[in-house]
């Protein structure tokens, strides 16, 4: 089984600030690992993505996540915020073994970004 | 590319009838459809996993009985809430995943039951 662990439930920042979203998991097998945006009322958007190779994974929008198998982390981070990204974010894994492939997410951090 | 769309994207109903959510994955086939339910403020709560064909599985704690899901083709999954009742409120969102790992999420639904 797997476990996600977001470890802020919100994160007040102000515009042009760098920020970091935290995402710890555990699980016993390898797994994939997914950070997704959701804007109110709407669903949820893919935001990056880490699956092989490079541990350093980019998104078009200025976000960057690393994987670190070590600490079994893959924070999510952005060197300076803008208004349009206040948003509640998710981080999500799933096993690569298993048969299953069901994704398990985490709580969720909102990220607030004041002016 | 890898959209997914939901329909409708709200509705309100009276207690004691049932509601139909539909899901189509429109450039993708999706082997795999997901039904997601999210109270506000929290995370995604996995109702049920339906693959083409076949019967959904749902997670523990899910009624299949009153959340009928069914996978009739490759782009579309539906979600039929029956005799639905105010604890039915919530936003109801599908994925679907056209391969193994990968999962494209629709807008969601917001469902008021009154």
């Known amino acids: 089984a797997q476990s996600v662990t977001q470890l802020d439930s919100q994160v007040p920042v102000f515009e042009e600030a760098p920020v970091e979203l935290r995402c710890n998991y555990s699980?016993?097998?390898?797994?994939?690992l997914f950070w997704y945006v959701q804007y109110p009322n709407q669903g949820l958007q893919l935001l990056l993505k880490?699956?092989?190779?490079?541990?350093l994974v980019e998104s078009i929008n200025g976000f960057e996540a690393e994987f670190n198998k070590s600490q079994t982390s893959f924070h999510l981070r952005k060197p300076s915020v803008h208004i349009s990204d206040t948003a509640e974010y998710f981080c999500?894994?799933?096993?690569?073994?298993?048969?299953?492939?069901?994704?398990?997410f985490g709580r969720g951090t909102s990220l607030i970004v004041h002016p | 590319g890898a959209v997914v769309s939901q329909h409708p994207s709200w509705v309100i109903c009276k207690s004691g009838t049932s509601v139909k959510i539909e899901c189509r994955s429109l450039?993708?086939?999706?082997?795999?459809m997901f039904w997601y339910r999210q109270f506000p403020k929290q995370s995604l709560m996995l109702m049920a996993t339906?693959?083409?064909?076949?019967?959904?599985?749902?997670e523990q704690g899910v009624e299949k009985d009153k959340f009928l899901i069914n996978h009739a083709s490759l782009t579309l999954s539906t979600l039929t809430v029956t005799s639905a009742h105010p604890e039915d409120s919530s936003f109801y969102i599908c994925?679907?995943?056209?391969?193994?790992?990968?999962?494209?999420f629709g807008p969601g639904t917001r469902l008021t039951v009154t």
């Open positions: 994925s679907a995943r056209p391969g193994t790992y990968e999962q494209y």
């Open positions: 699980s016993s097998v390898s797994v994939y």
């Open positions: 880490y699956l092989s190779g490079s541990t």
């Open positions: 999500a894994v799933t096993p690569i073994a298993g048969g299953s492939y069901i994704p398990t």
């Open positions: 450039d993708f086939q999706a082997t795999t």
């Open positions: 339906s693959n083409e064909g076949s019967k959904a599985t749902y």
